[in-house]
């Protein structure tokens, strides 16, 4: 690529930014979270497992959010993760994601790269991404835009070929748009879609990252049925591609995506409460007792 076209993206970019910045009146530094400088070391997916996670204990003034916690997840994996308010499931994707850094355990990605030596900008670079439960896009900006500046923050599309046909880019673009249902919706400012659409557009704008692990925090609160059946179509078809851990607290949503096949895990004070298959967890006492006995 020529000096010249790199330095046309980086303005547009930069012109993307300035326009979000301006109209929000916020700093448009959410683009930082965004950002992917160079890949450090590809994760190693060749033994099966995209995440590992063992003896995880974080203590948040002696109370213990997590207390031993271990789970593994397979690579292509859709593992949904349940339990009551309080079990330490936000608190799981925060060490996973270098947000916390636990008292002990440990967090693998892949067989090689230990997410706990692991800075939170280098965790989003190996490939791991993180929907919040609210949905936090460039409202003034479109839909578009917004996919193109979620694609052009990784700064990988600068050193290929792909950035300068241009035309890749418009279509990875299209791709994510006719993924998320958006179709329709690519030219009109992200603030005057539903919050289901809101939810949507940020996923795809972490898609365009390319992660090969996507952590979801309740990503259905707040959608219509309809909505919510159409995110879980969604999340069925990613599956695979990519592995995706879903927290989730509707259980119409968690057996859609379990489909009476994949297993569950049900999270507790901190722990591991039980694991299997949805029906399986929920004639469980144990499981019972803490939905119902509270
Ligand atoms: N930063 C924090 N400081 C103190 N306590 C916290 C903090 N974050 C979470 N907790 C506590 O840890 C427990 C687990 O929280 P969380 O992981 O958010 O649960 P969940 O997402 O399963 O509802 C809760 O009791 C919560 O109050
Ligand atoms: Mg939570």
């Known amino acids: 690529m020529t000096p010249d076209l790199m330095e046309a993206g980086a303005q547009r970019r930069a012109a993307l930014e300035a326009k979000a910045a301006q109209q929000t009146g916020g700093s448009g530094g959410r683009s930082a979270s965004f950002g992917r400088v160079a890949r450090q070391g590809e994760p190693d997916f060749t033994h099966g497992v995209a995440l590992y996670v063992d ?21 292509g994996e859709l593992r949904c993760i349940i339990g009551p308010n309080g079990a330490g499931k936000t608190t799981m ?11 002990a355990g440990k967090v693998y990605f892949g067989s090689t790269i230990d997410l706990l030596r692991a800075s939170e900008t280098e965790i989003a670079e190996a490939g791991i991404g993180r929907k919040f439960q609210k949905p936090t896009v460039y409202e003034p900006l479109s839909v578009y835009e917004n996919l193109e500046l979620a694609l052009r923050a990784d700064r990988r599309v600068f050193s290929t070929l792909t950035w300068k046909a241009g035309g890749a880019e418009r279509a990875r673009i299209d791709e994510l748009l006719v993924l998320m249902k958006l179709e329709g919706e690519a030219h009109r400012a992200a603030g005057l879609l539903s919050h289901g659409q809101k939810q949507w557009l940020e996923i795809g704008m972490l898609l365009a990252q390319d992660p090969k692990l996507l952590l979801l925090d309740e990503p259905v609160a707040g959608m219509s049925d309809e909505e919510t059946e159409r995110t879980a179509e969604l999340f069925l078809s990613l599956a695979g591609q990519h592995s995706l851990v879903v927290v989730e607290h509707d259980m119409t949503f968690v057996a859609a995506l379990t489909q009476g096949k994949r297993k569950v895990t049900v999270l507790h004070e901190g722990r591991v409460l039980a694991e299997g298959p949805l029906a399986q967890v929920q004639e469980n006492p144990a499981v019972i007792e803490v939905y119902l006995g509270r």
């Open 93 to 103: 994707m925060d060490c996973i994601t270098g947000k916390t850094k636990p008292d």
């Open 55 to 75: 003896g995880l204990t974080v203590s948040f003034d002696g109370f213990k959010a997590l207390n031993d916690l271990s789970l593994s997840i397979d690579v």
